[in-house]
């Protein structure tokens, strides 16, 4: 069984900066893609940034310019540096590892950005 475990959340002003991680216990093979999603209260969990194991990146469009995905392999580990942070980036943030056959959760790590 694998547990993903996040940290790196909090409450951080507007224009202000944090990151995400996200690491991975218990084995895991052929995880294609490690992604990051976010969900909003009242709202539907979307994907944020992606990254694929060959180190390909995509990001939602309200995120682009603002957020880097970055991950490490050997480490099954996946991180997100957030700048410039909006309100509107307000959510429990979700890592993802997904292979062709299975799908991992994290329980999330809560952003709250206000002043």
């Known amino acids: 069984q694998v547990q993903l475990v996040e940290s790196g959340g909090g409450l951080v002003q507007p224009g202000g900066s944090l990151r995400l991680s996200c690491a991975a216990s218990?084995?895991?093979?052929?995880?294609?893609?490690m992604a990051w999603h976010r969900q909003a209260p009242g709202k539907q969990r979307e994907l944020v940034a992606y990254i694929t194991k060959g180190g390909s990146t995509d990001y939602a469009d309200s995120v682009k310019g603002r957020f880097t995905i970055s991950r490490d392999n050997a480490k099954n580990m996946v991180y997100l540096q957030m700048n410039g942070l909006k309100p509107e980036d307000t959510a429990v943030y979700y890592c993802?590892?997904?292979?062709?056959?299975?799908?991992?959760w994290g329980q999330g790590t809560q952003v709250t950005v206000s002043s």
């Open positions: 218990g084995s895991i093979f052929s995880i294609n893609v």
């Open positions: 993802r590892f997904s292979s062709s056959v299975n799908g991992y």
